[in-house]
């Protein structure tokens, strides 16, 4: 082999590796952007929440109601468009982790969880960028979620599909609010840089935050199940309606206003995952 060969295989070797981490350069940026986007989405939401608990009631405490809020805003249609990029930054991202060669060693239900988390940050992309370019609200989560069920009951065994998206759904919160317990969300922190009260505040955030959308993860899961065993759509609920039903309970308003609090903290959480998130 000649000394040209070599020191062209090494040019090119060298032009590989640039090019390699440029893109992962760019992908961690995407996954920080996707993740900052949620927090304000998060907060939003959690803010109309409480605000429903402490007496109000003229607005959607779901995506669409944060995504009214935002409008609302001094230059609130650029901060749109900012929303639906990062969410379609996100869904890059997510798409990455279910096909690149990020994280080579992971599990192939990792990599489909991934793949489902891609494809529902696109949908929320999308919704997003139509929302900013004058789309309007359009129906509401909640009758959104009612008409999906509906017609999900028409198809044959449509009560099973139905009945098991419940459980899946119920099982998902079920799942986050454990994982949030355990302290799971751990793992994908730069512990190195979180450390004294910063690290015990991100703790406290990832926690009770998780704790919080698991339960409302759950609770719609079981709406949803609830429709397929009384085989009637109008028992589906979104994420207002969700959210409202807290209030429902024997501990009235005080459970909606500390899951929405949770929410909120959740947003606080996805912050701080942006910052500190091993990605």
């Known amino acids: 082999m000649t000394l040209s060969r070599v020191y062209t295989r090494g ?3 060298k032009a590989g590796v640039r090019r390699r981490s440029a893109e992962e350069e760019s992908l961690t940026a995407a996954g920080r952007a996707g993740f900052a ?4 989405v998060y907060v939003l939401i959690g803010a109309l929440a409480l605000r429903i608990a402490l007496g109000g009631s003229g607005e959607q405490a779901d995506r669409q109601g944060a995504l009214a809020q935002v409008a609302e805003q001094p230059f609130g249609e650029v901060m749109l468009w900012a929303l639906a990029v990062g969410f379609g930054c996100m869904a890059l991202w997510r798409g990455s982790r279910a096909v690149g ?23 929320v992309c999308w919704a997003t960028a139509v929302y900013a370019a004058g789309g309007g609200q359009g129906s509401s989560g909640d009758a959104k979620s009612q008409d999906w069920t509906a017609s999900a009951l028409e198809l044959p065994y449509g009560r099973h599909l139905v ?17 949030a317990m355990m302290r799971r969300f751990l793992r994908q922190l730069d512990l190195g840089s979180l450390k004294g009260r910063t ?14 959308r698991g339960a409302v993860f759950a609770a719609a899961g079981v709406f949803i199940l609830t429709a397929a065993v ?28 500390a899951v929405a609090a949770g929410l909120v903290l959740f947003g606080v959480f ?7 998130r091993r990605l």
């Open 163 to 179: 009945g098991a998206a419940g459980c899946v759904l119920t099982g998902v919160g079920v799942v986050l609010a454990v994982r």
């Open 11 to 13: 040019r090119t070797k």
């Open 101 to 123: 060669r990020r994280g080579p060693r992971r599990k192939a239900a990792s990599r489909a969880l991934d793949g489902g988390r891609a494809v529902f940050y696109a949908f």
């Open 199 to 212: 690290r015990q505040v991100v703790t406290a955030l990832g926690v009770t935050g998780g704790v919080a």
């Open 270 to 276: 996805s912050f701080a995952s942006a910052r500190w």
């Open 37 to 40: 986007a949620r927090g304000v």
């Open 230 to 257: 009384q085989a009637d759509s109008d028992e589906a609920k979104g994420v207002d309606a969700t959210l409202r039903s807290f209030s429902h309970t024997p501990v009235g308003p005080w459970l909606l206003a």
